[in-house]
């Protein structure tokens, strides 16, 4: 393993100006915190291709008009990422950054909601949390075990998983650990003065359990139940399924301490959208990323210059730089890039979930007025089955429009289409009670890059880091830790900290 130059990151007598002229794709999160990171190690030469018209990725926060009691005005909306949580230290540094910051984790009236319920599928409100609802022996002696198993789950992770909880899949698959530690106090692992990053290391055999689908994870310790609290923010978030997702997918992301925040809606939100933190840093950067400019081929001779082919307003140009840094889907790689046998046979074991959303009016006074999970939609069985509403603005009570989201893939099921996950969805909506008047913003997005559970015990994660530097290439992006804002922005620090 290369893990050079952790020592200089932040600390300014060390930072000495680089000219290597660093060229990076993709202008969303990853790109954009690469960019930061290599400004404050001293490089000031690079150049951000971003395809879009907008920086930000599928961090996508368009203005709608909404009218409510006669007045109508305009509000933003998510499309894509909506949350965070006290654990998001690369996203604070982000905000730092760019000067724009989020409100939470405690709501004050005006600011996004984040209140939610549960609704069974017969459109009645369910209350799995709460034992004096509905009270039932039965229901309090679940919450019991539930609660008992949460507290062992805690206890083992500190314990007999000791090491899970840091940035990446470094080691994991041989029963190590190495990278940038969480923390909970920390800016990413570091103290406020100083944001270098705290890398812990160790060894720890029983770290490999943590490639094992979160459900087999769950049955070997004894906690089964703990699967009712995670699913939501898992699952229904599109990651995936617990019988097809390695446990440190689940674990890294939903720590315990982010997913008791979780449960506790401590969390972070921007009332104007995720997408302006990086339209911020993006307006601070040296060179904000060039916007409709899409890397069409990359040729890396022995030796040589990288060139990058560029299409901008229908004509390729053709770019010289000294390194490269991918941010973007790493199993379209090959597609316009000279991939190696070895890139292509790594990259071609890449999944990604296929996660639909759409954003859309209800017929009149009929929206749902609080976000719902709908967990009984959220199993293999049920793929295109609305999983979770998104209510943003409390005071526009029932008239506010939502974002509705579902997955229509599942590892060792049959895919189904993206015009019947539409479809199904409006059905449910229909059903709970919220019939769809209009949709105003549909996609289908690539979603949580990860491997399967065999290909991470095989150590996928470390031939990937195998290959950083080779050819002067580097990768970042969501794959290497997590498809979520906090763990895409840690690994451009720690990517940019330890190779440039
Ligand atoms: C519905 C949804 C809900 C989410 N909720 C949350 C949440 O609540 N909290 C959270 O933390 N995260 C959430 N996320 C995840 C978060 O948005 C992503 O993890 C994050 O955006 C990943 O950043 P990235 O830069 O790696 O990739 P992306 O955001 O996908 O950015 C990649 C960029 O590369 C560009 N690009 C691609 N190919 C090329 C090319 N050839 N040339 C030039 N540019 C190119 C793309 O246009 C894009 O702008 C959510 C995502 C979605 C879709």
């Known amino acids: 393993m290369c893990h050079n130059n952790i020592n200089n990151f932040n600390n300014k007598e060390k930072i000495m100006p680089t000219n290597d002229r660093v060229c990076i794709i993709g202008g969303g999160p990853a790109g954009l915190s690469c960019a930061m990171y290599l400004e404050k190690k001293g490089y000031e030469n690079y150049v951000i291709f971003e395809k879009q018209n907008r920086v930000g990725g599928k961090c996508f926060s368009p203005k709608i008009k909404v009218k409510h009691n ?4 305009e509000k933003s909306f998510e499309t894509g990422a909506i949350m965070g949580a006290i654990t998001y230290h690369a996203v604070s540094e982000m905000e730092e950054f760019g000067g724009y910051y989020h409100c939470g984790p405690d709501w004050k009236p005006g ?10 599928l017969d459109g009645t409100v369910d209350h799995p949390f709460e034992p004096k609802v509905n009270f039932s022996i039965k229901k309090t002696a679940g919450l019991l075990k539930l609660k008992k198993q949460m507290k062992k789950l805690n206890k083992l992770m500190q314990t007999k998983y000791k090491g ?3 940035y990446g899949h470094l080691g994991v698959a041989k029963g190590e650990y190495y990278g940038i530690s969480k923390g909970v106090d920390g800016y990413c692992g570091a103290t406020k003065e100083d944001s270098f990053p705290n890398y812990i290391k160790g060894t720890n055999p029983n770290l490999k359990d943590l490639a094992l689908p979160f459900s087999e994870f769950c049955k070997l310790n004894g906690v089964e139940e703990v699967q009712r609290i995670w699913i939501a923010p898992f699952t229904s978030f599109g990651y995936g399924f617990f019988d ?9 992301y939903l720590d315990v301490t982010t997913a008791l925040e979780f449960v506790g809606m401590k969390l972070w939100t921007w009332p104007e959208g995720t997408e302006q933190i990086y339209v911020h840093v993006n307006e601070k950067l040296k060179h904000p990323a060039l916007l409709n400019s899409e890397v069409v081929k990359v040729e890396r001779p022995e030796g040589g210059k990288i060139k990058v082919t560029v299409l901008r307003d229908g004509k390729e140009t053709v770019e010289e730089f000294d390194k490269l840094i991918v941010t973007t889907p790493l199993d379209y790689f090959a597609n316009y890039a000279d991939a190696t046998a070895e890139e292509k046979e790594l990259f071609g074991k890449i999944i990604h979930e296929k996660y639909c959303d759409y954003i859309a009016t209800f017929e009149p006074g009929k929206s ?3 976000s719902g999970y709908m967990v009984d939609n959220m199993v293999p069985e049920r793929l295109g089955h609305a999983m979770v509403y998104y209510n943003r603005w409390e005071y526009l009570d029932r008239d506010c429009p939502a974002t509705v989201y579902a997955l229509r893939n599942h590892l060792g099921s049959e895919d189904v289409s993206y015009e019947y996950t539409m479809k199904t969805m409006d059905e449910d909506m229909e059903k709970v009670g919220f019939p769809v008047k209009e949709k105003l913003y549909a996609q289908e997005v690539y979603y949580c890059p990860h491997v399967s559970p065999k290909d991470y015990a095989d150590g996928w994660y470390d031939k990937l880091e195998a290959l950083q530097g080779t050819k002067n290439t580097f990768y970042a992006g969501e794959i290497i830790s997590f498809g979520d804002m906090e763990d895409t922005c840690a690994a451009s620090k720690d990517i940019i900290g330890r190779f440039f």
Request: glycine fraction near 4%.
């Open 244 to 252: 097809e997702i390695p446990t440190a997918l689940v674990m890294k």
């Open 111 to 120: 600011e996004p909601n984040m209140r939610r319920e549960f609704r069974k």
């Open 70 to 73: 006669g007045v109508e005005e």
């Open 368 to 370: 749902p007025n609080i």
């Open 164 to 166: 899970y909880d840091c």
